[in-house]
């Protein structure tokens, strides 16, 4: 269906597994039920289908004294047309790769540190190396409703996104993140290549990466 989405959960004990498995399910479920309205108003299904796995999430938790207070951060990345549409909530990013080896991201962090770095208070490299960087301000599931943010780019033929948790941007910086871009070949050795780079780095926190051309 052109739809990807990565979600990177929060939680004691197994309760960030469940926040995240629960939002990744109630999206698809979202978008399959509404696949033509996916084309004709991709902004709008893409945020409902955000809004409907919060709800998933928040009303799980709830019910489940083990699971109070879980959430999850997530990317839902959709193909229409020439575009590549995202819509997120937390830190986990979108990445646009165009052909001329320019490396944007899409998505700006729901996080601590991002507020700090918009004000001015940190640079951008100090941001990753600060204690506090996996501090988020939004996360699916705390809270009964959510506010994500609608992000779009014209994605040519040939080029690529990539979609991540905060475990590969924590370990690689853009500038890294680019070189192995233009080193890999193909997706495959693009997903490898940055796994291998963020465990070498350090590998503190779990990685999930996407990579997707059109």
């Known amino acids: 269906m052109g739809v990807v989405v990565l ?3 929060m939680g004691g004990l197994n309760a ?3 926040a995240s498995a629960e939002a990744v399910a109630a999206v698809m ?3 399959r039920a509404r696949a033509d309205e996916l084309v004709t108003d991709p902004a709008a299904e893409l945020a409902a289908a955000v809004h409907r796995a919060n709800r998933a999430v928040h009303d799980l938790a709830s019910r489940h004294a083990a699971y109070k207070g879980m959430g999850t951060t997530i990317v ?19 990445y646009h790769y165009d052909r001329g080896g320019v490396l944007s991201c899409m998505t700006t962090d729901h996080s601590l540190v991002q507020r700090l770095v918009s004000t001015g208070v940190l640079s951008a490299e100090q941001a990753r190396r600060a204690p506090n960087r996996n501090i988020v301000t939004r996360a699916l599931g705390v809270s009964s409703d959510i506010e994500c ?3 779009s780019v014209d994605l040519l033929p040939g080029e690529r996104a990539l979609i ?3 475990g590969l941007t924590d370990m690689l910086d853009d500038a890294q993140i680019a070189h192995l871009c233009a080193q ?10 940055l796994l291998e780079a963020a465990l070498a780095a350090g ?3 779990n990685i999930s990466v996407v990579a997707i051309e059109r």
């Open 7 to 9: 979600a990177d959960g």
């Open 16 to 18: 960030g597994e469940v």
């Open 29 to 31: 479920q979202h978008v």
């Open 76 to 94: 839902v990345a959709a193909f229409v047309e020439d575009r590549l549409l995202t819509a997120h909530v937390g830190d986990s990013r979108a």
């Open 149 to 151: 943010d609608i992000n």
């Open 164 to 166: 991540c948790s905060d």
């Open 184 to 193: 890999s070949e193909s997706l495959e050795s693009t997903v490898q290549n």
């Open 203 to 205: 590998g503190l926190d």
